[in-house]
């Protein structure tokens, strides 16, 4: 899980909007970082609804966009492929590992 941490919302681009969507097709027609003044109940209320990842730093419920779930999708595909080539390698070759002192 990543966590992105800062001190000044203003450091960042960061779009402000009125109401964060809740679906993921309405959240990829809005800018890669937004961010919604909020108190902690309706963070935790969005948590429950929300279809994409969300973030609650000092007072503002925070997306970062898609290009987080994109990393995230992408290695959940690319792992498992490295896996197997990796075994199908040492299978094919033969490859042992031994302790020697």
């Avoid at 108190?39 to 973030?55: F, G, K, P, V």
Wanted: proline share 3%; net charge negative; hydrophobic share 45%.
């Amino acid at each position: 899980m990543f966590v992105l941490k800062f001190d000044d919302m203003n450091d960042l681009s960061v779009k402000y909007v009125e109401l964060m969507p809740t679906n993921l097709a309405e959240r990829l027609l809005l800018p890669e970082n937004i961010a919604c003044q909020a108190e902690i109940s309706d963070y935790l209320a969005m948590t429950e609804i929300c279809q994409y990842r969300i973030e609650y730093h000092q007072g503002y419920i925070i997306s970062w966009g898609t290009y987080l779930y994109d990393f995230m999708k992408n290695h959940e595909l690319i792992i498992p492929v490295l896996i197997y080539l990796l075994l199908d390698y040492i299978e094919k070759n033969e490859l042992s590992w031994k302790i020697t002192s």
